[in-house]
């Protein structure tokens, strides 16, 4: 299925250092998600956008739901190791068929050695 | 946040047989409810759509008759992958939608996840 493109597809961090990510996409949104993932476990939602031009944050993170509503992007600030993960975004469309989630590739985050 | 549990979290089966998984949404009604299935490395695969008291619908290349599933209760879908065999062995992720209320909107909430092994 139709994807989101996210970047970056992976980042190294360092702890204390702030870590940005974006999703853009060619379609229209009603809304973003933000969603993390730890290995073998399910995506944990982090943030939720509905309006065009939203900023939210939740601690350490900001997020921000696109002017155009085709893209959004995610901050995390002064990161710490258990920032570790794979981050998702994720747009719903609201259609007439049913509304589902498009999801982009995922962010890999991983921390420097 | 809201909860949605997965059961079992990992299972075992052998080649040929049926296997059940069950999402529940813990504190909230779910009309909708979606199965994901992923693979290392990868984002989530959407398999399909499950609304309650009818059927599920389908993604392309789907086998509805393999992967049946079935949304009996506002809190409750399953998930039973039938006549398994080891390329059905993936990790298969449910999600929830939470209608929310008149100030927040409806967002969805994932499962945690069942590790799913055919030998």
């Known amino acids: 299925g139709q994807q989101l493109n996210q970047s970056p597809q992976s980042m190294f961090i360092q702890e204390g250092e702030d870590v940005s990510m974006n999703c853009t996409s060619s379609?229209?949104?009603?809304?973003w998600l933000w969603y993390k993932q730890d290995p073998g476990e399910g995506p944990v939602l982090l943030i939720a956008?509905?309006?065009?031009?939203e900023l939210t944050s939740n601690g350490r993170l900001t997020a921000q739901f696109g002017i155009t509503r085709k893209d959004s992007f995610l901050n995390i600030s002064a990161s710490i190791p258990s920032d570790v993960g794979i981050y998702f975004c994720?747009?719903?469309?609201?259609?007439?068929?049913?509304?589902?989630?498009?999801f982009g590739g995922g962010t890999r985050v991983l921390v420097k050695p | 946040g809201a909860v949605v549990s997965q059961h079992p979290s990992w299972v075992i089966c052998k080649s040929g047989t049926s296997v059940k998984i069950e999402c529940r949404s813990l504190?909230?009604?779910?009309?909708?409810m979606f199965w994901y299935r992923q693979f290392p490395k990868q984002s989530l695969m959407l398999m399909a759509t499950?609304?309650?008291?009818?059927?599920?619908?389908?993604e392309q290349g789907v086998e509805k008759d393999k992967f049946l599933i079935n949304h009996a209760s506002l809190t409750l879908s399953t998930l039973t992958v039938t006549s398994a065999h080891p390329e059905d062995s993936s990790f298969y992720i449910c999600?929830?939608?939470?209608?929310?209320?008149?100030?927040?909107?409806?967002?969805?909430?994932f499962g945690e996840g069942s590790w799913l092994t055919v030998v």
């Open positions: 999600s929830a939608r939470d209608p929310g209320t008149a100030r927040s909107g409806n967002t969805i909430y």
């Open positions: 379609s229209i949104f009603n809304t």
């Open positions: 956008l509905y309006k065009a031009g």
């Open positions: 994720a747009g719903e469309m609201i259609k007439a068929a049913g509304n589902k989630l498009t």
């Open positions: 504190d909230f009604q779910a009309t909708t």
């Open positions: 499950s609304n309650e008291g009818s059927k599920a619908t389908y």
